[in-house]
């Protein structure tokens, strides 16, 4: 009798949980806790340990005018499944070794929809999923994130209405009340809850749809905001478009599908920013086959010191002549690449003809024998219409790879670009870095050819303006860095505190100390990684360039050691046998002891560039040193106003 009763209370349960409005998921370590209500609308909520970090937020779509999933919900069916199984990174980022380990609730619903969300122990995150035979108009998607108080939030500004941008975001240190329903923000974006944890709002596994934007309420609640597509527009100069018309839906897409994952890093410390890897745990493996010809490496830049090369007996400037300057420069420090940015084309719009100086043929021939590949730069309206041919002849006449510019969009169209230039360029074997491009929301995971993204306010603004402070590149790597490999293209040999900087936009300087610079190369992941100087001042301070040039673009492991959001950072990456340490700071000078218990039981080597005794009034001056060092060792970081500091840690046998 006790059995049948027990089995009997079990039903009821069971019956219960099945037919009931709200569910429930955990992560692994059962920390984070989504909460889902499914009653006239379909809200989730999300708590860390105790405490609510997102309010009741609503998720819905609005398809062909009269559907609409997440309105009136009917639940058939639940299925709760966990995932612990490390990913191999083709191109490791942040690390080789990815840990994917997390539980996930799919929602079918009646309709021909279902909802996917899903818990890992550093985030959370949840997409729609249809089954439908039709074609579909998107008309919108809502997704709200009601944060409950007047958070504190790292605002990237955006102005355009119709979202029409370069994505190189300044971030606004504010809180949401002080934005309206007419300001709106790219992601990712940064919102700390009332506790102090850090939440990293942005998207993954974009195909086929549109970026998502985040516009205030004037109150305690984001909602989303999408670009629609574009039903006529004329061109602005080579490169930028005016939008005529719009159409009335934000995409148009086939009826069985997987929508973007809208997701939320979840950080209770600032530094664990610098180690999120939710981006690239949600999204799509690697559809590309053998991939021994991707290969990562640092490149010789033209385009940031305008070609003003000096100490030579040619007129330096888009020509041959001076491409093979840098690629002997590149082959003298073991560079992989040199970079034909814009105007070695006849035109910006002719992508297979070169201006009258430039042998380009020659060029790449040269780069062979020194064992420096060439990447050559093209506008992306041009490329759209020729990509095939343009691509193939690339790759025929010896190119390595393309730098895609000024896409300045984030609708259904350009998306479905992005994803057309990495599946085409990996065919020629081609690899390829976006420029005037969104964040990154997985592309580079799919396609491991896509080696990195601009999307990021970064060095070339020092040519025309003061924006480009150590703040802001101490804000970079916990939210823009977050989302992916971003190409800040640093490496400025003319350095300069706040009170000497200036403009100069043929001999360029940067904001903050040469060791600040120095430091950024371990500290920004970008698997394509720019020297960013003149070929000729890099010569001229052959002992920094060298410690440069040691510095690996991918990494096996990375450990967050400290940090402060604008403040200033510590990281450490593995490479190999051999660890990499770099700080940076804002204009507030900084000294730090830290213990170093990631290292093996070996003696190692530790070779420095810190900031000179005088980097205060001269900020181009550093210093190496050397020292050696052991795990329980505790090491000294000194940083300077604007400074920077890093360190190559090599075992000793």
């Known amino acids: 009798m006790k059995k049948i009763i027990a089995a009997i209370i079990l039903n009821l349960f069971a019956l219960h949980y099945a037919f009931g409005k709200d569910y429930q998921l955990q992560s692994p370590d059962k920390h984070i806790t989504i909460k889902v209500s499914t009653d006239s609308k379909i809200y989730w909520s999300i708590f860390y340990k105790n405490d609510i970090i997102l309010q009741p937020s609503q998720l819905a779509l609005n398809l062909n005018g009269n559907i609409q999933p997440g309105i009136n919900p009917v639940l058939l069916k ?25 539980n996930e609730l799919k929602l079918d619903f009646k309709g021909g929809y279902s909802i996917y ?3 890992y122990n550093d985030g959370v995150a949840y997409r729609f999923e249809t089954n439908l035979k039709e074609e579909l108009e998107i008309n919108t998607e809502t997704a709200d994130f009601d944060f409950g108080n007047n958070s504190r939030v790292f605002w990237p500004q955006e102005s355009d209405p119709n979202f029409l941008s370069h994505f190189e975001s300044l971030y606004k240190d504010s809180t949401i009340n002080a934005f309206n329903d007419k300001q709106h923000s790219a992601l990712p974006m940064l919102v700390y809850a009332k506790s102090g ?15 998502m934007f985040l516009f205030g309420t004037s109150g305690n609640i984001l909602t989303a905001g999408y670009p629609k597509n574009i039903a006529e527009s004329v061109p602005v100069r080579d490169r930028g478009i005016k939008i005529t018309k719009l159409e009335t839906h934000i995409a148009k897409t086939k009826g069985t599908r997987k929508f973007p994952w809208r997701s939320i890093a979840i950080c209770p410390e600032d530094k664990d920013l610098l180690v999120t890897n939710l981006t690239y745990k949600l999204s799509s493996p690697s559809i590309v086959g053998e991939t021994n010809w991707v290969k990562p490496g640092k490149v010789a830049w033209d385009w940031w010191n305008d070609n003003n090369i000096y100490g030579v007996d040619f007129k330096s400037g888009i020509n041959t002549k001076t491409y ?22 006849k035109t910006t719009t002719d992508l297979l003809h070169t201006t009258a100086d430039i042998n380009l043929q020659e060029i790449i021939d040269y780069g062979k024998t020194k064992k420096v590949g060439v990447w050559l730069w093209t506008l992306w309206g041009p490329l759209d219409l020729d990509m095939e041919n343009i691509l193939a002849t690339y790759a025929k006449w010896g190119a390595v790879g393309i730098k895609v510019d000024f896409m300045a969009r984030a609708d259904q169209y350009m998306v479905n670009f992005y994803e057309r230039v990495a599946a085409t360029a990996a065919k020629h074997n081609l690899m390829a870095d976006l420029h005037g491009a969104y964040k990154p929301v997985g592309l580079n995971h799919k396609y491991p050819n896509v080696l ?10 020092n040519k025309w303006s003061a924006e480009i402070t150590p703040a802001h590149n101490v ?17 400025a040999m003319i350095n300069a505190n706040k009170k000497d900087f200036s403009i100069v936009y043929s001999e360029p300087m940067s904001m903050g100390t040469r060791a600040h610079q120095v430091a950024m190369y371990v500290m920004y992941e970008s698997p394509l990684q720019m020297l960013a100087d003149n070929p000729s001042n890099y010569l001229k301070d052959s002992v920094c360039t060298e410690f440069i040039s040691r510095i690996p673009t991918t990494w096996d492991q990375t450990i967050a050691i400290d940090g402060k959001v604008g403040e ?31 290292l093996d039981n070996k003696t190692y080597q530790m070779d420095v560039l810190s900031d000179g005794i005088n980097a205060d009034r001269h900020a181009s001056d550093y210093k190496i040193s050397h020292d050696k060092t052991e795990k329980g060792k505790t090491i000294t970081i000194n940083l300077e106003k604007g400074g920077g500091w890093c360190a190559i840690l090599t075992p000793q046998s």
């Not at 990195?452 to 603004?461: A, K, Q």
């Not at 804000?475 to 490496?491: K, S, V």
């Open 324 to 345: 093979k300057y840098y690629i002997d420069f590149a082959a003298k420090f073991g560079l992989e690449y040199i970079m034909l940015d814009e105007g070695w084309t």
């Open 117 to 119: 969300f899903r818990a």
């Open 452 to 461: 990195s993204y601009e999307g990021v306010r970064g060095l070339e603004n």
């Open 475 to 491: 804000t970079l790597p916990f939210i823009r860095m977050a989302a992916g490999p971003m190409d800040y293209t640093p490496g």
């Open 78 to 102: 639940q299925k709760l499944s966990g995932v612990n199984k490390n990913i191999t990174a083709v191109i490791p980022v942040k690390s080789k070794i990815v840990e994917n380990n997390y």
């Open 197 to 211: 944890i850090k939440m990293l709002i942005s998207e993954a596994d974009l195909y086929d749809y549109p970026n």
């Open 568 to 598: 200033y950072a510590i990281i450490a990456r593995k490479k190999g046998d051999k660890w990499y340490i770099s700080g940076m700071t804002d204009w507030n000078a900084r000294n730090f002891k830290i213990d170093l218990p990631f």
